[in-house]
């Protein structure tokens, strides 16, 4: 029986194999842990499904494999194998079993055959991925006709499927004109825009590297996969979606009543509850009258969510950055929604969550209070449009309005900022919000919900 990498999220696509509990040879029972799995959001141990021998191991510790992708065998009892109708082929690196000779001949077959698929822009169709192309790169199917076109002053010609591919990539056309003359090129196919494509992101690499002087920085520490996952996403956000960010100064003195109540009622057992639970109940109560802080924007609609799925920022003590999502958040109320909250970011901490709950997330929080911060602007985690920074609270001086007069009081104040995407709403919708969330710390009557 083949062994494959499981399917551990709807947006994990591979996973690293940390520990074989089995070596080649052993007996193996259906139930025992066979080996582990970590991936960028988590780890996992990985139960046999039958009893058997462990036969191969196809992807060793330390090593990646795709989602569905074979990493060991185990042959069963009563399990024969059939050496005419099997075959051992060599994929990446990995012998993989086919279990129909016919079927690969037939592959092979097919695969001349779309060789020989002839082009008018390309000439022949070139069945390899250019080099900068990955699975998770998007395609984009044309909603408009792209024509032939001549670059003024040049005797350059693009064809319609190299223009198609150069407006949906947002090239420079001067530097593709630039790359062209140097490289003697006349027509402009789909190649040459790949070739073009590829000669940038090298450069930038290039550039990247040159601009590191190994004799400052002369010690590399290795990135782990949670790491290279929130780069890999910040720096794809960053660039994309155009961000801008608002803040409110709030005053929390009188739900701070509120919670000393709270923390005196329940002395007798293990009790917490943070500012950040308060936060969570106004922002899911405001979102009823701003539904597009809790969407998602595309090109050519604003697509809302109809639940609150909070996720809440967790920092795993610097080692990275996890963010769990409260899913129909809206429906607890504030002791319900501490408890979740609480107990959210316990297992998180201690890595005992459930795949689904790293996953589906609308709206973000992110809690610096802890840290002592006055103000953050944190980064929109596509494909969510908005994100709230919860800052540090502190006793300040402020001047108060009653009917004598005003006067300088003190005051509990923190600041609540947001960024958004300024795609799917603008500043005077953000800033709306904003002052509804501050209206419902401030005012609302917070008795109702204990």
């Known amino acids: 029986m083949n062994i494959q990498m499981p399917q551990l999220g709807e947006t994990v696509t591979e996973g690293t194999i940390s520990k074989w509990h089995k070596k080649v040879g052993d007996t193996v029972k259906s139930g025992e842990i066979l080996f582990e799995i970590e991936t960028d959001k988590t780890s996992m141990e990985i139960p046999a499904t039958l009893d058997g021998k462990l036969s191969q191991i196809l992807v060793h510790e330390g090593n990646t494999s795709s989602v569905g992708s074979i990493v060991a065998i185990i042959t069963s009892d009563h399990e024969a194998t059939n050496d005419a109708d099997e075959q051992e082929v060599d994929v990446n690196g990995r012998k993989e079993v086919v279990d129909n000779v016919a079927d690969k001949i037939e592959t092979e077959s097919k695969k001349e055959i779309a060789k020989e698929i002839r082009s008018d822009d390309d000439k022949r169709i070139d069945l390899d991925p250019p080099d900068w192309f990955s699975v998770l790169t998007e395609v984009l199917t044309p909603d408009q006709s792209f024509d032939s076109i001549n670059i003024p002053n040049s005797e350059i010609k693009l064809t319609p499927l190299a223009k198609r591919i150069a407006i949906n990539a947002s090239l420079d056309l001067n530097l593709l004109l630039d790359f062209c003359k140097t490289n003697n090129i006349k027509k402009v196919n ?24 190994e004799t400052v920085y002369n010690e590399s520490i290795s990135l782990n996969r949670i790491r290279r996952t929130t780069a890999k996403r910040l720096s794809q956000s960053w660039p994309l979606v155009p961000q801008a960010f608002q803040a409110v100064e709030v005053n929390f003195s009188n739900l701070d009543i509120i919670r000393s109540e709270m923390k005196e009622k329940n002395m007798d057992k293990e009790f917490k509850i943070s500012y950040l639970s308060f936060v969570a109940r106004a922002i899911a109560i405001a979102r009823d009258n701003f539904p597009l802080i809790n969407s998602t924007f595309n090109d050519k609609e604003i697509i809302v969510a109809e639940f609150l799925n909070l996720a809440i920022a967790v920092d795993l003590n610097f080692d990275g950055l996890i963010v769990p999502v409260i899913k129909s958040a809206e429906k607890y109320k504030l002791t319900d ?6 107990d959210l970011v316990d297992r998180a901490q201690n890595n005992n969550l459930e795949q689904e709950e790293y996953h589906g997330g609308t709206y973000t929080i992110s809690n610096n209070g802890s840290m002592g911060t006055y103000l953050t ?17 502190r006793k300040k001086p402020v001047i108060i309005e009653d009917e004598t007069g005003d006067k300088i009081g003190i ?22 919000f904003l002052k509804e969330v501050k209206t419902i710390i401030e005012d609302y009557n917070w008795q109702t919900e204990i």
């Open 411 to 432: 005051r509990k104040i923190g600041v609540l900022g947001q960024s958004f995407d300024h795609r799917a709403f603008d500043g005077a919708y953000a800033a709306s």
């Open 190 to 213: 789909r190649k040459s825009v790949e070739s073009f494509i590829t000669s940038q992101s090298q450069s930038s690499r290039s550039m990247n590297r040159e601009a590191i002087d």
């Open 377 to 393: 602007a944190p980064i929109v985690n596509p494909p969510q449009v908005a994100i709230m920074s919860f800052d540090g609270i």
């Open 337 to 342: 929604l501490n408890d979740k909250i609480n």
